[in-house]
């Protein structure tokens, strides 16, 4: 959003982002995730990988000579969709 001279870029989608307090979930409707372990093994699960999104590496404003303002994002992977 434009404020003035400043633009402000939220980026995300949590509550802080859009500005919407996050509301408490209610303890009847909060799904509990249950694990089973067998009883003879002392050993813990093996790490699973986790799928994370692209991440932001750099932000960049830039004027042209014409006065107009540019913003470079440059994320940590290729092809990522900004739209």
Do not use: H, M
Not at 17 to 38: F, N, Y
Not at 48 to 77: C, K, M, N, Y
Request: glycine share 12%.
């Amino acid at each position: 959003r434009e404020q003035g001279d400043r633009l402000r870029l939220a980026i995300g989608g949590g509550a802080a982002d859009t500005g919407v307090a996050a509301r408490a979930a209610s303890p009847s409707t909060t799904p509990t995730a249950t694990t089973t372990t067998a009883a003879a093994s002392s050993e813990p699960a093996p790490r699973q990988p986790v799928s994370s999104g692209p991440s932001v590496e750099d932000i960049d404003f830039r004027r042209g000579s014409d006065g107009a303002g540019r913003l470079v994002v440059t994320f940590d992977r290729a092809g990522v969709d900004a739209r």
